[in-house]
């Protein structure tokens, strides 16, 4: 499988699967079994959800020499509630 973030420098084979992230527009110049990242991501949005959410707990509660991290900064602030988590560059990496 051929992964691409940006157009590739050498040709790729007519039988290879092809997973894009790639703009439409490039994406049409591609042989291959092509699949579209932005569509392959609605398929792993729920499960890339629960991984994120489970990673910021964990981060909370992550044991910083007998206290947890949460007691350890001796408060607890996260920018990104779960409710709009779609907003952090850190879900669109668990997605990708």
Do not use: N
């Not at 959800?49 to 489970?54: S, V």
């Not at 992550?62 to 850190?90: L, M, N």
């Amino acid at each position: 499988m051929w992964v691409l973030w940006r157009k590739p420098s050498r040709p790729i084979p007519a039988h290879a699967a092809v997973l894009s992230f790639l703009p439409p527009a490039e994406e049409e110049e591609i042989a291959g079994e092509l699949y579209r990242a932005r569509e392959v991501a609605l398929e792993v949005k729920p499960d890339a959800r629960r991984i994120y959410l489970q990673l910021v707990a964990r981060l909370g509660i992550a044991d910083c020499g007998g206290k947890t991290f949460r007691q350890w900064i001796d408060w607890w602030y996260h920018p990104v509630s779960f409710r709009d988590c779609e907003y952090d560059p850190t879900f669109d990496r668990i997605i990708a």
